[in-house]
């Protein structure tokens, strides 16, 4: 009987290291079909979980409730499952290197409690060759065991999109590779019962490992040429989203616009498809300078609403600046990677102290990442300048007369607006005393 069969009569589990936005949604797809196993070092996390409390807003709180998985930060529970699926964060360092620490971590805890036969999937993003050149001697190493022989090791890319309620886990075609033809009809046969639309198998791991980064790269790439694009139609005094309007009438247009490019994937992933190649000795000519591009996007915007205040008579370093969002997209609590701090930070330079507000946030998370203090709406009165960051629900539903209310009254200066994800349309801004800048 394959691994496969018995996961499905219940005489084996599966189950998820790292229970964030990726893994959670895995989890408790899983649970509705088989058993599984919840994994996550975070007590604090867990516990949360156990109380039906989601604080990623991927599943919601009635979803946690309702689910079966067995959540525990004991790692010893892992030697129970025969199927692991591995979904840790992988980020980059300050000098955009990869930052494998949380799949080697979660490597070495799955070598030591891993049993024999069993199957790991590495979920999480990494480059080419990483799996079968780093994770896999580490599972050798704890375990005592032979990759092979005694276990088996696919990859299978995450493609879940936080706050997305469109494209969720269950209708997205699913990448699966596994180290021989054997191992890759087991990963294929267990996640095609939760992915409806069906997974894609790949030939091999480097494979899989590639159409995450490239995917991810693709998309990093086409917003790059949409900022170079804003940044010279400013200097032209052209609205780059009117010249997008108008090439979106086009059939094949992409549909790309500009913005801030942060998050866990289209931020990140680039720079480990980088590094594999610059390790073989090809310097990138595109994916990295796009990736500059996009890096600098934050101080762009900050130095574009301090030209703003001082051509509306402000002082900068005496305004109050409100910035809306802080999370990297819009109805989704994920701070990480965010460049709406790269506003922040530059806007710091020039001596200016920002109110930051954005409701989905978490506020712990907000001061440990970036060492600010969350402020409520109640906070942005008597702004001078506001920066909407963030296409929050919340901040697209304030019409220019609610924005207009939240100036300074007894403002003898100009009112600034920077209305980075274009909510305002130009002809209903022309008609306020507003000075606005639109990315």
């Known amino acids: 009987m394959s691994l496969y069969e018995r996961i499905v009569k219940g005489n084996e589990k599966v189950a998820l290291v790292g229970l964030g936005y990726v893994g959670m949604p895995i989890a408790v797809a899983f649970a509705k079909k088989v058993k599984v196993i919840g994994f996550d070092l975070n007590a604090t996390k867990i516990e949360l979980y156990k109380q039906g409390f989601d604080p990623t807003n991927e599943i919601g709180q009635e979803g946690i409730k309702n689910t079966t998985v067995e959540f525990t930060s004991d790692e010893t529970k892992l030697k129970e499952a025969k199927f692991i699926i591995v979904a840790v ?18 490597s070495k805890l799955i070598g030591r409690n891993l049993a024999k036969d069993s199957i790991v999937v590495y979920e999480s993003t990494v480059y080419p060759g990483c799996t079968e050149d780093i994770c896999i001697p580490i599972l050798e190493k704890e375990s005592g065991l032979k990759c092979g022989v005694d276990f088996k090791v696919g990859y299978s890319p995450e493609r879940i999109n936080p706050g997305d309620k469109v494209h969720r886990l269950e209708n997205i075609h699913k990448i699966v590779s596994g180290m021989d033809s054997e191992t890759l009809e087991e990963i294929k046969n267990v996640y095609d019962l939760v992915i409806e639309v069906g997974t894609y198998p790949v030939s091999n791991i480097k494979t899989a490992e590639a159409v ?18 804003a940044m010279v139609f400013d200097r032209m005094g052209i609205d780059t989203n009117e010249v997008v ?46 990736r500059i591009v996009n890096d600098s996007m934050g101080a762009y915007v900050a130095d574009a609403a301090v030209r703003q205040m001082i051509a509306a008579g402000q002082a900068p370093k005496n305004s109050k600046v409100v910035v809306l969002g802080l999370t990297f997209k819009e109805n ?6 965010s460049k709406v701090d790269d506003i922040i930070k530059q806007l710091r330079t020039y001596e200016i102290n920002p109110v930051v507000i954005d409701p989905w946030a978490d506020k712990k998370d907000a001061m440990n990442e970036y060492g600010i203090e969350l402020k409520t709406m109640e906070d942005a009165k008597n702004a001078d300048c506001i920066i909407v960051a963030v296409a929050h629900d919340e901040f697209k539903s304030l019409s220019l007369s609610d924005i207009n209310k939240m100036f300074r009254e007894s403002n003898d200066k100009g009112k600034v607006l920077i209305d980075v994800k274009g909510l305002y349309k130009i002809e209903d801004l022309e008609k306020t005393d507003i000075n606005w800048w639109r990315l």
């Not at 980059?92 to 990869?98: G, R």
């Not at 009438?249 to 801030?260: D, E, Q, S, V």
């Not at 989704?332 to 990677?337: A, S, V, Y």
Request: a negative charge.
């Open 89 to 106: 964060p992988t980020p980059v360092n300050s000098d955009h290197t990869p930052d494998l620490t949380p799949v080697i971590g979660a």
């Open 212 to 229: 995450k980064v490239v995917e991810n790269s693709q998309r990093d790439i086409n917003i790059a040429f949409m900022n170079e694009l």
């Open 245 to 290: 309007d108008g090439m979106n009438t086009k059939w094949n247009a992409l549909g790309f616009r500009p913005g801030l490019v942060g998050g866990h994937c289209i931020g990140v992933d680039p720079y480990y498809f980088t590094y594999e190649a610059e390790k073989l000795g090809y310097h990138s000519q595109i994916v990295l300078n796009g």
């Open 332 to 337: 989704c609590p994920d701070t990480r990677n």
